[in-house]
C-alpha cells in the first residue's frame, strides 16, 4: 500500500511541471511571434517621423532665406544712408571752412573799414568846421529871404493848386515838359499846408480829395507826378472854368495860396469878361492883398508850329500876363519845350 502512494506522488509531480513548462513555453513563443512584427512598426514610424523633421527643418530654411534677404537689403539701405551721411559732412565741413575762411577775410575787412571810417570821419569833422567857418562869412555878405522869388515867381505861399492844360496839343506836343516843370514848381516849394490838381476845366486829378486840400507829403508828390504822367480828361483849350473852381473853392483870407496855370491856349470869346470874373472871386481884403497869387506858364506849342493859326496861343499869352498882373502873380512864356 504505502508503494502505490509514492507512484502516484511522483505522477502528480511530473503532470504540474510539464504543464508549467508548455505555459512557460506557449508564452516564450507568442513573445518571439510579436518581436517578429514590431521592428518593421518603429522603422515605419521612425521614416514617417523623419520625413516631418526634414519638412520641417525646409520650411525653416526657407524662412532664414527670406530673413536673410530682408537683413542684406536693409543692410544694404543702411551702407547708403552712411555713404551719403558721409557726403553730407564732408560737404558741411567745407561749408564751414570756406566759411571760416570768409569770417577771417571779413574780419580783417571790417578792421581796416573801421581804420578807414576813423580818417574819414575825422576829415569829416575838419571839413564840417570848414564849411561853418564859411558858411558864417557867406550869411554875413547874404541873407536870402524865405519868401524871395525864384526865377521871379514868389514862393512864400502855404498852398498850391495846379490847374493844368490837358487838351490834346499840350498832351501830345508839351507833356514831358509839363511834369518837368511841375516837379520843378514842387521842388521850389520843399513843405506846403496843401497840394491840389486839376484841369483846365475844373476835373480834380484825384476824385477821393474833391474840394479838400491833398497832404503834402515825400509820397503824395511822387503819386502826383505819376499821376500825371497818363492824366488826360477832357478839355475845351481854355483855363478859365478851372481857375474859377479853385478860387471858388479854397480861397480863404487865413491861407496864402498860390495858383500855377499850365496852358498853352485860350479859345474863350472875353478876355475881359475873364478879367472882371476873376476879380471879383479874388477880391482884395483890408490889407489890398488878394487871397489866391495866380501864376502862369505858357507852352508855345501852338505859337511856334507852322500852319497852325497861332492866335488861341496869342490871346492866352495875353490874357494870362493880365491875370497875373492884377493877382499878385507871374507869367513865364517858354519859347521852346525841350
Not at 490889407?287 to 505859337?303: E, K, L, M, N, S
Amino acid at each position: 500500500m504505502k508503494r502505490r502512494r509514492r507512484n502516484e506522488a511522483a505522477t502528480f509531480s511530473l503532470s504540474f511541471l510539464d504543464a508549467i513548462c508548455c505555459g512557460f513555453g506557449a508564452i516564450v513563443l507568442l513573445l518571439v511571434l510579436t518581436k517578429i512584427g514590431e521592428p518593421q512598426a518603429i522603422e515605419q514610424v521612425y521614416e514617417e517621423d523623419l520625413d516631418g523633421r526634414i519638412l520641417a527643418l525646409q520650411e525653416e530654411l526657407h524662412g532664414i532665406r527670406g530673413e536673410t534677404e530682408v537683413l542684406e537689403r536693409e543692410l544694404t539701405q543702411r551702407r547708403r544712408q552712411v555713404s551719403d551721411e558721409k557726403q553730407s559732412i564732408a560737404r558741411l565741413q567745407g561749408d564751414l571752412e570756406r566759411i571760416r575762411g570768409e569770417f577771417a577775410a571779413t574780419r580783417q575787412h571790417s578792421e581796416v573799414q573801421d581804420i578807414l571810417s576813423g580818417r574819414l570821419l575825422a576829415a569829416q569833422q575838419r571839413l564840417s568846421e570848414e564849411m561853418k567857418r564859411l558858411q558864417a562869412q557867406t550869411d554875413q555878405a547874404y541873407r536870402r529871404p524865405s519868401d524871395a522869388p525864384v526865377g521871379g515867381i514868389p514862393v512864400d505861399s502855404e498852398y498850391i493848386i495846379f490847374v493844368i492844360d490837358t487838351s490834346g496839343s499840350m498832351a501830345e506836343s508839351a507833356w514831358g515838359t509839363v511834369i518837368e516843370k511841375m516837379t520843378q514848381v514842387l521842388d521850389a516849394y520843399p513843405k506846403v499846408k496843401g497840394l491840389q490838381v486839376m484841369n483846365d476845366m475844373g476835373e480834380y486829378m484825384f476824385s477821393t480829395y474833391r474840394g479838400k486840400w491833398i497832404p503834402d507829403t515825400p509820397s503824395r508828390r511822387r503819386v502826383i507826378v505819376q499821376r500825371l504822367r497818363t492824366w488826360s480828361p477832357f478839355s475845351n483849350s481854355s483855363p478859365v472854368e478851372g481857375i474859377q473852381r479853385a478860387i471858388r473853392t479854397f480861397a480863404a483870407p487865413d491861407k496864402r495860396i498860390s495858383i500855377y496855370v499850365f496852358g498853352d491856349e485860350f479859345s474863350g470869346k472875353s478876355m475881359d469878361g475873364v478879367l472882371d470874373a476873376v476879380d471879383a472871386l479874388n477880391a482884395p481884403g483890408p490889407d489890398g492883398q488878394r487871397p489866391v497869387r495866380i501864376h502862369a506858364i505858357g507852352f508855345p506849342t501852338v505859337v511856334s508850329a507852322s500852319g497852325v493859326s497861332q492866335q488861341t496861343g496869342i490871346r492866352f499869352a495875353t490874357l494870362m500876363r493880365a491875370l497875373c498882373e492884377r493877382n499878385g502873380g507871374t507869367f513865364v512864356a517858354l519859347n521852346h519845350l525841350r
